[in-house]
């Protein structure tokens, strides 16, 4: 059946009508939380609960930095050095799979005069890898080895959790997020006589604090050699949650 023109623009002159006058709830671009039908009130919490777990993993770069008066030099003499300390790296049961070369750099070095143009003084090259070590309580004999065969640069360590139980910390801390937000939108329904009926939406928001690395240089050893001390401490897990209530009687 052909229905007039002014019937098929109802719908469309309704609904901004409607909208005009404030029928319907307008949700703005920022909102996450989608218009959901109800006929109770919805309540929108924020949660967040953290997971702490040993560290069992470390990464870490380190290198050789030589310098010689020609490029060509300074990159062999760079070479020669870089292939001791991968030995080393590997003599240290560190696998193929967690050593990789992060740099290789060779540079001019200059020498700069008053009113006159720099002038090349020598040549500096850097090779550096950095490495995963999965038995952190070796790390502090890997890095005197390092510096042993001639690494003269090393940066790190950086902490973290392998992937298998660094699900198990979230997941943790995901469910003590929930019980949070559970425990408040139930204070919140209980303040306004209400009742919590359903959760309406959950979305979720993760973060990882490792401790922040420091830099450390290669330093002489004297005749009493020491394993460097490495304190690993505990990695910090932590998941936000918006949740979405629906109250009601």
């Known amino acids: 059946m052909h229905l007039p023109s002014s019937r098929l623009t109802l719908r469309p002159l309704v609904l901004a009508a409607a909208l005009a006058f404030g029928a319907f709830p307008v949700v703005s671009p920022a909102q996450t939380t989608p ?6 009130t919805l309540l929108s919490v924020s949660a967040q609960a953290e997971a702490r ?6 990464t870490l770069s380190t290198g050789v930095v030589t310098q010689t008066a020609d490029a060509n030099s300074a990159m062999r003499a760079n070479a020669e050095q870089m292939t001791k300390v991968i030995a080393a790296i590997k003599a240290a049961g560190i696998a193929e799979r967690d050593i990789q070369t992060s740099g290789v750099n060779l540079n001019p070095q200059y ?19 950095n490495i995963t070590v999965r038995d952190i309580a070796k790390l502090g ?3 005197d080895a390092l510096t042993a065969t001639g690494a003269n640069q090393i940066n790190g360590p950086t902490f973290d959790i392998d992937d298998a139980k660094k699900g198990e910390a979230y997941d943790e801390a995901r469910r003590a997020a929930v019980e949070k937000a559970q425990t408040r939108a139930q204070m919140y329904a209980k303040t306004l006589g209400l009742k919590v009926r359903r959760i309406v939406s959950i979305s979720e928001g ?4 490792p401790p922040r690395p420091m830099p450390m240089m290669a330093m002489a050893r004297g005749k009493e050699a020491f394993d460097t001390p490495i304190a690993a401490g505990e990695n910090t897990l932590s ?3 918006d949740v979405v209530f629906e109250l009601g009687n």
């Open 141 to 143: 004999k890997i890095m």
């Open 111 to 129: 020498k700069y005069g008053e009113n006159q143009p720099p002038t090349i003084t020598g040549y500096q090259a850097q090779n550096t890898v």
């Open 35 to 40: 218009y959901v039908a109800t006929d109770g």
């Open 239 to 241: 998941v936000n949650l």
């Open 206 to 209: 993760g973060s990882f604090s």
């Open 53 to 58: 777990r040993a560290p069992d993993i470390a």
